[in-house]
């Protein structure tokens, strides 16, 4: 099987749970031979790189470093979750602002190392800030930089399908959008199920109101129920996710869920959320996230709670007022379509 790309793949914070099975499933993808493990734990590192040559994949070149330089230096690709795991007791909002300074550094490395990038996708809690502020330190165009978001709407779909008791491919068009968090807007508008639109399902008494918002909360709480489940955050599901991010960048197989991308258009001002994307060669792209009122406003709660978010990293200091954003990114000083 041929690899969709000879370019340098850099997986950030590959000794870890999501950083090595992001590892494994780009080489199970073949994604590209070329991929190099980084992570400031060497000890760790060097056991997920021999794992990696133990399962004897073919014509590979698998690199380990503890060196950032080394592993960004010549990367076309870079996938990071090179943060603190969440655990037992915290929100993702917890994480704020040991994971906003790790970010603010990527950020950095990646200017001074690898600015010709063609894609960055960052895993890291809480992932919209997270993404946002790797963002304005990196210099990147909005179109290389994207955050997984698609954790929310995979589990929208997993508890649809659920508790129909059908295939989980039966239900389509499963949608969160704003905050990868606590504030999420669930939309239940577009989401079909066996055929049907789920709001026709709704309306006529199928699935009572009651039935929805208990679904709603566990979309919400899906990450806390893994931690509850296993005793720790989710690796798996971010993993290949955020591989199948990647894969789309390459040219591969299209994304089919919403990703993190940044936003500032007349409607949400200078912030990276979920919304409706397309990921190619050429960079991801969105389209505005349509909902019924409720949904809407939901949405706009959403965008309102990242703002405080973005708005507190601001007077930590780890991210520059707006207004001089510009001096560290000039692509981000236009309003976007």
């Known amino acids: ?44 590192l060097e056991g997920v790189a021999e794992e990696m040559r133990h399962c004897s994949f073919e014509n590979v070149n698998i690199t380990y470093t503890s060196d ?10 870079v996938v990071s979750s090179g943060g603190a795991a969440r655990k037992a007791g915290m929100t993702r909002e ?21 600015p010709d990038v063609k894609h960055v996708v960052v895993v890291f809690n809480p992932a919209d800030i997270t993404g946002l502020i790797t963002l304005v330190y990196s210099g990147l165009k909005p179109s290389c930089v994207s955050t997984l978001a698609a954790l929310d709407s995979t589990r929208l779909q997993s508890e649809l399908a659920n508790h129909f008791g059908i295939p989980q491919s039966s239900v389509t068009g499963a949608r969160t959008y704003g905050g990868h968090g606590e504030q999420m807007a669930v939309f239940k508008s577009g989401t079909i199920v066996n055929g049907k639109p789920l709001t026709e399902i709704i309306e006529e008494g199928t699935l009572s109101g009651d039935d929805w918002k208990n679904i709603k909360v566990k979309v919400i709480q899906g990450g806390k129920n893994i931690i509850d489940l296993r005793g720790r955050s989710s690796f798996q599901s971010p993993a290949y996710l955020s591989v199948s991010m990647i894969a789309a960048a390459m040219g591969g197989a299209p994304f089919r869920w919403p990703a993190g991308v940044y936003v500032n258009d007349a409607r949400f001002r200078h912030i990276l959320m979920a919304m409706e994307t397309v990921i190619t ?19 706009e709660a959403s965008y309102k709670h990242l703002c405080t978010l973005r708005d507190e990293v601001i007077a930590m200091g780890v991210l520059p007022k707006i207004d001089d954003w510009k001096k560290y990114n000039p692509y981000l000083d236009d309003i976007t379509a």
Request: charged residues 25%; negative net charge; glycine residues 8%.
């Open 281 to 299: 060669k050429e960079g991801i792209k969105f389209n505005p996230a349509k909902g019924t009122p409720e949904e809407e406003a939901e949405l």
């Open 94 to 114: 917890d994480l704020l602002k040991g994971n906003a300074e790790i970010a603010a550094q990527f950020g950095k490395d990646v200017r001074a190392y690898c």
């Open 68 to 77: 950032i330089k080394e592993a960004l230096t010549g990367a076309k690709y």
């Open 1 to 44: 099987m041929e690899f969709l790309t000879n370019d340098k793949l850099t997986i950030v914070g590959a000794a870890g749970m999501i950083g090595s099975n992001m590892a494994q499933t780009a080489l199970m993808m073949r994604l590209t031979p070329n991929i190099c493990l980084y992570d400031p734990y060497a000890p760790a």
